[in-house]
């Protein structure tokens, strides 16, 4: 498998404008997860879903963030409009079950509002 | 709220050495702890996986513990390569298989 893959790997867009982040969890995985990366803050989780389904949001940070796994190989990431505050690396991640399992990462993407 | 500590921030240590990285959490109530390490610029890569009924768990040259009950875990790295550079973080993983990071350790090992 080639793991979980993440598009793009590198984004830069324009304070306003909507990015769309991409993700392929490893196929037979049923729980996704979003996470984001700042200097600041370290690692933390968005949003989570388990077969499919949104179980657990309270990481997005407002209502500029929206996550969606139409199905169970494909997952994304919206910000619209997007600001500055939303530069960091967005992590996308995949386990198999809901505990006790092993999360696998995608590379990222890094994401630069200007 | 769960609250993951990791000491060092930064490490610098001659190749060859054997070292210990540290990491403690509040809330003993967890499913497993996942080691990772992070190459700059690149994405988080499993090391180690331990759940909350083991003590330790190894790979190579690396072995992790973990106790519980005081809320720590280490990262133990045998005979140091340049090649083990990398920030290297542990996680909690709770319910749900929510992992909480820790703000990670900086490793330079030195030729």
């Known amino acids: 498998d080639a793991g979980v893959i993440q598009s793009p790997r590198h984004e830069v867009t324009e304070m306003g404008q909507e990015v769309t982040l991409r993700c392929k969890p490893i196929?037979?995985?049923?729980?996704l997860f979003w996470y984001r990366q700042t200097m600041m803050r370290g690692l933390e989780l968005l949003i989570y879903f388990n077969n499919n389904v949104p179980i657990d949001d309270s990481g997005m940070p407002e209502d500029r963030f929206s996550a969606k796994m139409p199905n169970a190989s494909f997952s994304t990431l919206k910000i619209q409009p997007s600001e500055p505050r939303d530069s960091a690396v967005y992590f996308c991640?995949?386990?198999?079950?809901?505990?006790?399992?092993?999360?696998?990462f995608g590379q990222g993407t890094r994401l630069t509002v200007v | 709220k769960q609250e993951v500590t990791q000491i060092p921030a930064a490490l610098s240590v001659p190749e060859g050495e054997n070292l210990v990285l540290n990491c403690s959490f509040t809330d003993s109530a967890i499913y497993n702890l996942q080691w990772f390490r992070q190459d700059p610029g690149k994405g988080l890569t499993s090391l180690l996986l331990?759940?909350?009924?083991?003590r330790e768990q190894t790979s190579g040259r690396l072995n992790a513990s973990l106790d519980k009950s005081s809320g720590r875990s280490t990262l133990y790295i045998a005979a140091s390569q340049p090649g083990d550079s990398a920030t290297y973080l542990c996680a909690t993983g709770g319910t749900a298989s929510k992992l909480t990071f820790g703000t990670g350790t900086r490793l330079q090992v030195t030729l």
């Open positions: 991640a995949s386990s198999f079950g809901r505990r006790n399992t092993e999360a696998f």
């Open positions: 331990i759940q909350s009924s083991q």
């Open positions: 196929s037979g995985h049923n729980s």
